[in-house]
């Protein structure tokens, strides 16, 4: 049996969203216990021109659901960019993974072929559903939750790769 694409999608957003969720309660933990205010890791960026902690996971979020909705041509929920506490960080986790949820292998039927156009820096970009999930969204989605836990941990989060992989 050959791979389908909610199998290559659903669960490996899940996994990494659950995973996600740990991180940032290792990293509410570690403001805790170390006396930070957690904007401290909130508002930590890499670089200027990156994401903030928060936006990281606010695009991962997004890369989730909006991937998932345009394979499978299902209307995404909208979520504000409001979040600036770890709680409501876990909240808009939970929502997206509630989201994904919801969506049945069915609703994925097709979607290989399916043309996906989206805009990249202003131009059209033209997919196949399955070159969209393989070249643009799961990378992108990793790309954010891999930054969200390199922030973490160049904040000084008791992090490691174990962690990331969810061992």
């Known amino acids: 049996m050959s791979l389908t694409m909610y199998q290559a999608s659903i669960p490996v957003f899940t996994r990494a969203l659950n995973i996600l969720s740990t991180l940032l309660n290792k990293a509410a933990a570690h403001a805790e216990e170390n006396k930070l205010d957690p904007e401290t890791l909130l508002n930590t960026r890499l670089y200027d021109d990156m994401f903030s902690l928060i936006g990281q996971v606010q695009r991962a979020s997004d890369a989730a659901k909006l991937g998932t909705s345009r394979l499978t041509a299902i209307q995404p929920p909208s979520f504000a960019d409001e979040e600036t506490t770890f709680p409501q960080l876990q ?21 290989e072929e399916r043309e996906i156009v989206i805009k ?48």
Do not use: W
């Not at 909240?91 to 979607?111: C, H, N």
């Not at 196949?128 to 836990?149: E, M, S």
């Open 91 to 111: 909240e808009r986790i939970a929502k997206t993974i509630a989201f994904l949820d919801t969506v049945k292998p069915e609703q994925f039927d097709g979607s």
């Open 120 to 167: 990249l820096r202003g131009q059209e970009t033209k997919f196949t559903g399955q070159a969209y999930l393989l070249t643009f969204v799961l990378p992108n989605f990793l790309f954010h939750v891999t930054t969200a836990y390199d922030i973490l941990r160049h904040k000084g989060v008791v992090i490691g790769k174990m962690d990331y992989l969810g061992f």
